[in-house]
């Protein structure tokens, strides 16, 4: 197998993967014969590795590899969707979690049965199930091509899916016996790891640029031309094409909305909350993870910005410049991956690619886990218990170990399919792996808006609402506006919405139609009177 590893690259990874194997056997040896040990953690893991649990799950693969991009590319506008991220948590800390440990749930959609009945429960399951397997396969498909460009030098379909298979293999071997005990854990070590790395580039960058801070800085501030400076951090312009994914109005709409969707309604981030002794304790981890996410995402976008002085400002570098084509073996890559590939020494590049697989891992392995505990617990719990009454809950942890093995086959085919759709897209990474998340959250949002703040909804209009937020979405992407576009009205064609705005009105129809159905009192009263 032809490789741009050394001796030293794999002597890095082996260390790595040998501190990855102590912890997953260390963790596989503590007795698990309850889904709230393997599901919850028996709720007794501490508040501050939740915190960096739920801060390593959110910074995947795409802040690793898009986040110098978009500082390359851009400016500092993408770390001021921190603002909604801020917002969003706030929300989720005062108004969901308090519900959730309250009502004893060990799934987000268990809220849902108190207020709509079992069925709403298992929808909304389902829509999870659909969304975390689009989101976190796009994210595998990114570490994938990392790993592939490295590995096998080479980004074929064969190699792709051969680097998707290593890292399933590995974050399904990881998490198996462990359950979400050894996920969080493991996720302390993930985020030391893809954030020390981070910081090495950083050093071994600023010892490459013979130009003080002084003048980096400088230039930074004075990119030429009409571009204007990189260090800029909120874009006021009232933009809601892709060109304003960032803008400050996006960050203060479209990704509050994401934000509640990421923390508060996707089983893969709220599960670790929930681990927690009470809400007291998830509601500090919820809001001290997305404190602690601005300045490790800072980290990343600094790289970008430094990768901008070496290869765009030739006269702080003493050369002639060069030319840079983002490419390899003719399909284009971020400049990050560029460096990486062209620049970076034996030793540094394998502890780079070690940090594209943890940050991928801590993604996986928490959306294994929770991918397993929405299908046991909201789906196949309450039908196994319907047909022959099962109570024994060793079963169950069980069969949540089968459903995770399930969750990893179906990542791994949606990781695959990304490497095609990514592609068609043409969309930069951060704002592809991003874009992919809405289309469950739109309809999620909707149902949870009206459950929370009205008495209206029903199971038939929440079952119509989460299908209108999906289709919205759908029907709002670029591909299929155009073709569609292209026969009912021509001259919109062209026409582009960046995904925090598809969000809100994702989010907007889902709640008019959701607000239709009358709840079930209502419903029961209208019969009576009838």
């Not at 460009?149 to 190699?159: E, Q, R, Y």
């Amino acid at each position: 197998m032809n490789s741009l590893f050394t001796t030293l690259d794999w002597a890095v990874f082996a260390i790595y993967f040998s501190i990855i194997a102590y912890t997953g056997w260390h963790f596989s040896r503590v007795k698990i014969t309850s889904t709230k040990d393997y599901f919850l953690g028996g709720n007794s893991m501490p508040m501050w590795v939740v915190a960096v649990s739920v801060l390593a799950t959110s910074q995947s693969a795409a802040t690793f590899l898009g986040g110098p991009d978009s500082s390359y590319r851009g400016d500092l506008t993408y770390l001021a969707t921190n603002i909604g991220g801020i917002m969003g948590a706030l929300f989720v800390a005062w108004v969901l979690i308090p519900r959730f440990y309250q009502n004893k749930v060990s799934t987000v959609y268990e809220l849902l049965k108190v207020r709509f009945g079992e069925k709403t429960k298992q929808r909304a399951g389902m829509m999870y199930l659909v969304g975390r397997v689009f989101a976190s396969g796009s994210r595998l498909y990114m570490a994938a091509i990392a790993v592939s460009m490295i590995l096998f030098t080479n980004i074929s379909p064969s190699s792709v899916i051969s680097s998707v298979v290593i890292l399933v293999a590995v974050g399904l071997a990881y998490t198996y016996m462990g359950g979400i005990r050894s996920v969080i854990w493991s996720d302390l070590i993930q985020l030391v790891v893809y954030v020390g790395a981070a910081i090495a580039v950083i050093i071994y960058l600023l010892g490459q640029i013979p130009a003080d801070m002084g003048q980096i800085i400088q230039a930074l501030n004075n990119p030429g031309g009409e571009q204007a400076s990189k260090l800029t951090l909120f874009d006021f312009s009232l933009d809601f094409s892709p060109a304003g994914t960032f803008s400050f109005w996006a960050c203060i709409t479209g990704f509050v909305l994401l934000n509640i969707g990421a923390f508060g309604l996707d089983q893969d981030m709220t599960q670790r909350v929930l681990t927690c002794k009470d809400a007291k304790q998830g509601s500090k981890a919820m809001i001290n993870s997305i404190i602690f996410s601005i300045p490790v995402v800072l980290i990343f976008m600094t790289i970008g910005l430094l990768l901008y002085i070496f290869y765009q400002r030739p006269e702080l570098m003493g050369t002639d410049g060069q030319e840079v084509v983002q490419s390899f073996n003719g399909e284009s890559v971020t400049i990050f991956m560029y460096y990486v590939l062209n620049e970076m020494p034996a030793g540094l590049r394998g502890l780079v690619t070690v940090g594209v697989v943890a940050a991928a891992l801590s993604t996986l392995n928490s959306g294994l886990n929770s991918m397993s505990s929405v299908a046991i617990q909201d789906i196949y719990k309450p039908w196994k218990e319907a047909r022959d009454g099962t109570q024994n809950d060793l079963h169950y942890v069980k069969a949540g170990r089968f459903g995770m093995a399930a969750a990893a086959i179906a990542l791994g085919s949606m990781g695959i399919l990304c490497f095609y759709w990514q592609q068609y897209t043409d969309m930069p990474l951060l704002a592809f792996a991003l874009s992919v998340m809405v289309f469950a959250y739109t309809g999620l949002l909707g149902v949870y808006f009206t459950a929370i703040f009205t008495n209206r909804g029903g199971e038939r209009s929440v079952a119509m609402a989460l299908i209108a937020g999906f289709l919205t979405t759908l029907l709002l992407q670029a591909y299929v506006w155009d073709s569609v576009m292209t026969v009912v009205y021509p001259d919109w064609v062209g026409v582009r919405l960046a995904f925090p705005y598809q969000l809100c009105v994702g989010t907007f129809v889902s709640l008019c139609v959701c607000l239709m159905g009358s709840s079930q009192k209502q419903e029961q009263d209208q019969l009576q009177s009838a």
